[in-house]
T-cell receptor, first 110, second 114 residues
Framework: NAGVTQTPKFRVLKTGQSMTLLCAQDMNHEYMYWYRQDPGMGLRLIHYSVGEGTTAKGEVPDGYNVSRLKKQNFLLGLESAAPSQTSVYFC?????????FGPGTRLTVT | GNSVTQMEGPVTLSEEAFLTINCTYTATGYPSLFWYVQYPGEGLQLLLKATKADDKGSNKGFEATYRKETTSFHLEKGSVQVSDSAVYFCALRPTQGGSEKLVFGKGTKLTVNP
């Protein structure tokens, strides 16, 4: 099993550009999550999904959209990137008590 | 609301020293408690967990005991190694309202010197 994978690993965007981050898991988990990690802030939940076709807002959803068209994939979109969205983004999926995290995507918005 | 407070770092220790990272929480009911570890350049991975009061979670020489009376879940290790250098996150999963989500502390960076 590959576990949780994220694409791309690194990206640099200019302000106003758009992009989509892809998260894929091969463990048949129902729950999937997107977090951002910033220095001194820990992990903050952006959006999450409790199953295929569902999405819900987390703690910091503004400026992001998500889709869960297939159970194994959870997409995070930035429609108009801002410098405040410079961060490391982690995807996770969940089975029972444990969340399994991907390796992260480092995004810089200039 | 639900929250997790853990000691601020960074923490720097010599190899074989004793480690304690404090974690306290605020939640209604009996949340499940977790410690996650993040090694440099990687995502988080579960280190240990406890799902009810007085449970002790343990893994890789690390231990933490769920103390309901003090709302704490402190992480300990008797003898740290250089390979334990990482960021450690305390987290809880509520049992009432929002049980599908984890609430994380801000993380404590540990550096172990040889």
């Amino acid at each position: 099993n590959a576990g949780v994978t994220q694409t791309p690993k690194f990206r640099v965007l200019k302000t106003g550009q758009s992009m989509t981050l892809l998260c894929a898991q091969d463990m048949n988990h129902e729950y999937m999550y997107w977090y951002r990690q910033d220095p001194g802030m820990g992990l903050r939940l952006i959006h999450y999904s409790v199953g295929e076709g569902t999405t819900a807002k987390g703690e910091v959803p503004d400026g992001y959209n998500v889709s869960r068209l297939k159970k194994q994939n959870f997409l995070l979109g930035l429609e108009s990137a801002a410098p405040s969205q410079t961060s490391v983004y982690f995807c996770a999926s969940r089975l029972n008590y444990e969340q399994y995290f991907g390796p992260g995507t480092r995004l810089t918005v200039t | 609301g639900n929250s997790v407070t853990q000691m601020e770092g960074p923490v720097t220790l010599s190899e074989e020293a004793f480690l304690t990272i404090n974690c306290t929480y605020t939640a209604t009911g009996y949340p499940s408690l977790f410690w996650y570890v993040q090694y440099p350049g990687e995502g988080l991975q579960l280190l240990l967990k406890a799902t009810k009061a007085d449970d002790k979670g343990s893994n890789k020489g690390f231990e933490a005991t769920y103390r309901k009376e003090t709302t704490s879940f402190h992480l300990e290790k008797g003898s740290v190694q250089v390979s334990d250098s990482a960021v450690y996150f305390c987290a809880l999963r509520p049992t009432q309202g929002g049980s599908e989500k984890l609430v994380f502390g801000k993380g404590t960076k540990l550096t172990v010197n040889p």
